[in-house]
């Protein structure tokens, strides 16, 4: 069985600038085979994520390595330019994403899931599955059009695995090379992976990439679950 995303329009909703790349890219690159209309909306600047040697205009750098990720896969991007640390469900960010979910107008939204390690990435989730609702609902006015009817929701995977029970899996197999040429644009990430605190990227990627592959019996997967909420629930 294989699941044929043609006709879809699929959004990743990431707290940072390099976490669709480890978390999804290997989906969004599958949808895109199939032609699916696919963007990438971040949440966070990324100003945080300073090497060891320190760059200046930190949030403009990731902006640039962001722009060029989703340049590789075809994508459409967003950035709504929040700072590190700050990420919360809060009505002004809930306007900003809703009217990004306008503006796309997906079928499926990837996020992460709730139980995800970092702070950042929690606020995310909620946020994602807040506008997946209030998207479609006219009293919470945008500039765009309300959402015909909500979309999809999967919950990806967390960092490392911990935690997450996979619902179902992925083989992206074909496009873990995608994956490593997308995570090869956030130079300023790949540089900290001599920090004590910080996991390198690729070999995080890799690993996990694996791990899900060989649970499923393909060579390389992502994990995903269904968020299993009325009306944000669709039969494949």
Aim: hydrophobic residues 45%; contains cysteine.
């Amino acid at each position: 069985m294989k699941l044929d995303f043609a006709g879809e329009r699929v959004l990743a909703v990431a707290a940072h600038p390099d976490d669709a790349e480890l978390l999804c890219a290997g989906t969004l690159g599958r949808a895109r085979a199939d032609k699916a209309a696919v963007a990438v909306c971040v949440l966070c600047q990324g100003d945080k994520g300073q090497p060891g040697q320190g760059v200046k205009q930190m949030a403009a750098v990731r902006r640039r390595e962001m722009a060029a990720a989703a340049e590789l896969l075809g994508a459409e991007l967003f950035g709504v330019g929040i700072a590190d640390g700050e990420l919360a469900d809060v009505p002004q960010a809930r306007r900003k994403l809703i009217d990004i979910y306008r503006r796309h107008r997906p079928t499926l939204v990837l996020a992460h899931a709730p139980c995800d390690y970092h702070p950042d990435h929690r606020a995310a989730s909620a946020l994602a599955e807040a506008a997946s609702w209030l998207a479609c609902s006219a009293g919470h006015r945008s500039p765009h059009a309300p959402l015909e009817s909500p979309p999809a929701v999967w919950w990806m995977d967390t960092v490392d695995m911990l935690g997450f029970e996979p619902g179902f899996y992925l083989d992206v197999s074909d496009y873990l090379a995608l994956k490593r040429r997308m995570l090869a644009c956030h130079r300023s990430q790949l540089q900290r992976a001599g920090d004590p605190d910080f996991e390198p990227l690729e070999a995080l990627m890799l690993r996990q990439a694996a791990a899900r592959g060989a649970q499923a019996g393909v060579a390389a997967a992502e994990a995903f679950r269904i968020h299993t909420a009325w009306r944000r629930l669709r039969a494949w």
